[in-house]
């Protein structure tokens, strides 16, 4: 129901644009969002997107690079990665949560995950 894509292989300092479209409901009620997980490492929270677009939140080490937003009509998410860092390479995974506004640690749905991969 939710499909991630827009992964690939960049540069340091480049730019990355996921997208995560949700197909066979809408969720335009629910908080959306991102999480990662790198090689050997447990996942973790990336940022999300209150229902409205109106409210994001972001992970300390995301903060001021990367960017959500979102696209209700088209029941799609978005998240804009600049200033990519070694350290940003993970599968990244798209959520959706049974809240408006709050991300919890255990979502209700999870898109299949998109390899991004930066090469210093």
């Known amino acids: 129901q939710l499909q991630a894509s827009g992964g690939g292989l960049v540069q340091t300092g480049g730019s990355l644009r996921l997208s995560c479209a949700a197909s066979?409901?809408?969720?335009?009620?629910?908080?959306m969002g991102w999480f990662r997980q790198a090689p050997g490492k447990e996942r973790e929270f990336v940022g999300a997107?209150?229902?409205?677009?109106?409210?994001?939140y972001y992970a300390d080490s995301v903060k001021g690079r990367f960017a959500i937003s979102r696209d209700n009509a088209k029941n799609t998410m978005y998240l804009q990665m600049d200033r990519l860092k070694p350290e940003d390479t993970a599968i990244y995974y798209c959520?959706?949560?049974?809240?408006?506004?709050?991300?919890?640690?255990?979502?209700?749905?999870w898109g299949q995950g998109t390899q991004v991969t930066v090469s210093s």
């Open positions: 959520a959706v949560d049974r809240t408006q506004s709050v991300m919890t640690t255990a979502p209700i749905y």
């Open positions: 066979g409901r809408t969720f335009s009620r629910n908080v």
């Open positions: 997107i209150s229902w409205n677009g109106e409210s994001t």
